[in-house]
T-cell receptor, first 115, second 115 residues
Framework: EAGVTQFPSHSVIEKGQTVTLRCDPI?????LYWYRRVMGKEIKFLLH????????ESGMPNNRFLAERTGGTYSTLKVQPAELEDSGVYFC?????????????FGQGTRLTVV | AQSVTQLDSQVPVFEEAPVELRCNYS??????LFWYVQYPNQGLQLLLK??????LVKGINGFEAEFNKSQTSFHLRKPSVHISDTAEYFC?????????????FGTGTRLLVSP
C-alpha cells in the first residue's frame, strides 16, 4: 500500500512568486492534515480536511495560504505571494475515519525555500 | 490548549549506550501521546503511541516509553542505541475529548550516536 506522497520534495522560489504543494493521502483516508516546520522549531498544525470539507483551519498563518481538497482525494496548498518567512518544511498527513483513527501517517515533506 | 516540551535539543551518545529522551506536556484534558522519528532525508515515522491501558509502551526498533500522568511526562528510552538510531525525535499529543485530531508537537530532540 502506498503511503502519503508529497510533491515536490524541494522548491526554491523568489519572494512574491506563487508555489503550489501537493499531497496524495493514503487511499481511503478521509482525514488529511497539513503541518509546517519553520527554522528548526516545532512542527505546527495548519489545517484539517475531512474529505473535501475544512474541519479546522485555525493554524493557517494568513490569507496568502489557500488549501483545497477537491473531490476529497489529493490536496493542494498554495502560497501566493510567498514571503521569506514562509520557508520551512511542509508536511502532509492522513488518517482513516472512525474507531481505527488513532494515528496520523506522514509524508516525506516538501522543503520550501523562499529567497 | 496543549503544549509539549522537549528540553533537550540535542543528545550525543556512544553506540551501545542507553538513552532517554525527555518529553513533558501540559493539557487541561486527557491526551493521547506519540513519539515520531525523522531519519535523515525521510518523513516522519511513528515510533510508538499511548492511547490507554499499560503505561509502558513498546515501539519499533527497540524503543519504549512510559506514561507518567502525575508528572505529565512521556519519556522515550532505549537500552542500547545503534548508529542507525541517529535521527530527530518528536514527542506529540492529541486531546482525547475530540477523538484523534490534530497533533501538538514538541520542538524535537536530535539524537547523535557515535562509534
Amino acid at each position: 500500500e502506498a503511503g502519503v506522497t508529497q510533491f515536490p520534495s524541494h522548491s526554491v522560489i523568489e519572494k512574491g512568486q506563487t508555489v503550489t504543494l501537493r499531497c496524495d493521502p493514503i487511499s481511503g483516508h478521509d482525514n488529511l492534515y497539513w503541518y509546517r516546520r519553520v527554522m528548526g522549531k516545532e512542527i505546527k498544525f495548519l489545517l484539517h480536511f475531512v474529505k473535501e470539507s475544512k474541519q479546522d483551519e485555525s493554524g493557517m498563518p494568513n490569507n496568502r495560504f489557500l488549501a483545497e481538497r477537491t473531490g476529497g482525494t489529493y490536496s493542494t496548498l498554495k502560497v501566493q505571494p510567498a514571503e521569506l518567512e514562509d520557508s520551512g518544511v511542509y508536511f502532509c498527513a492522513s488518517s482513516p475515519r472512525g474507531l481505527s483513527n488513532t494515528e496520523a501517517f506522514f509524508g516525506q515533506g516538501t522543503r520550501l525555500t523562499v529567497v | 490548549a496543549q503544549s509539549v516540551t522537549q528540553l533537550d535539543s540535542q543528545v550525543p551518545v556512544f553506540e551501545e549506550a542507553p538513552v532517554e529522551l525527555r518529553c513533558n506536556y501540559s493539557s487541561s484534558v486527557s491526551v493521547y501521546l506519540f513519539w515520531y522519528v525523522q531519519y535523515p532525508n525521510q518523513g516522519l515515522q511513528l515510533l510508538l503511541k499511548y492511547l490507554s491501558g499499560s503505561t509502558l509502551v513498546k515501539g519499533i526498533n527497540g524503543f519504549e516509553a512510559e506514561f507518567n500522568k502525575s508528572q505529565t511526562s512521556f519519556h522515550l528510552r532505549k537500552p542500547s542505541v545503534h548508529i542507525s538510531d541517529t535521527a530527530e525525535y518528536f514527542c506529540a499529543v492529541s486531546p482525547m475529548n475530540t477523538g484523534f485530531q490534530k497533533l501538538v508537537f514538541g520542538t524535537g530532540t536530535r539524537l547523535l550516536v557515535s562509534p
